[in-house]
């Protein structure tokens, strides 16, 4: 049974540019939770898709959006990229419902410079 | 805004013991409740839910919830150098949202 995944591991960028996060749920699994998780923080909700739609969104700016493909992997995308936006991205994949329990994918270390 | 308090630790406890992680939430409709384990550098693993009043048991690991006090907790008997982590406890709110709130966390050291 195939868990999260997520691509790319490590990713380095400069002040201003974009970057994409990918990430495939667990099998079974539609909705996908897109964190952010500062050193010594818990994770921080950007928003979360079900349905190729975004269904709730956290206290992020704009620059942060993301898309669900029909096979309901999903993508994350930061543009204009200030150094305070280094920070493990983690996707969390789910099947909502009184449960809702949330499993996460490896994250992506984002380090801007 | 609700919240999720823990106590960023360490907490510091010697192998064979019993690890005690406390949890406070403000939301008093809240209905579900997760510890997840997060090794340095790692992303968080789920290691209990628990959802009614009481303990709910799973091998070393004890969660307990308090509605009315609106507080959970996690025992890890019989501590392992290999609990070392922190563990993070999360809520969903009330309202029909299906996004928990993490708290930051407690640092568990666990020394042979």
């Given at each position: 049974d195939a868990g999260v995944t997520q691509s790319p591991t490590h990713l380095i960028k400069t002040r201003g540019q974009q970057v994409t996060l990918r990430c495939s749920p667990k099998s079974g699994h539609d909705t996908v939770s897109w964190y952010q998780q500062a050193l010594g923080q818990g994770p921080q909700f950007i928003f979360q898709y079900y349905e190729e739609e975004e269904r709730q969104r956290g206290n992020f700016p704009d620059r942060f959006s993301g898309h669900q493909f029909p096979n309901y992997s999903s993508e994350l995308n930061v543009n204009a990229l200030l150094l305070g936006d280094s920070a493990l991205y983690l996707c969390a994949s789910s099947i909502p419902g009184l449960t809702n329990e949330q499993f996460f994918g490896p994250g992506t270390r984002l380090t801007v410079l | 805004q609700k919240e999720v308090e823990q106590n960023s630790g360490p907490l510091s406890v010697p192998e064979g013991a019993i690890a005690s992680l406390n949890c406070t939430y403000?939301?008093?409709?809240?209905q579900s409740f997760f510890w997840y384990r997060q090794y340095s550098g790692k992303s968080p693993e789920l290691i209990m839910s628990i959802y009614s009043n009481g303990d709910k048991e799973d091998g070393r690991f004890t969660a307990q919830l308090n509605k009315a006090s609106q507080y959970v907790s996690l025992l890890i008997r019989d501590s392992q150098p290999s609990d070392s982590a922190t563990y993070l406890c999360a809520v969903n709110p009330s309202g029909g949202s299906y996004i928990p709130t993490f708290g930051r966390g407690t640092s568990l050291i666990v020394h042979p």
């Open positions: - | 403000s939301d008093r409709g809240s």
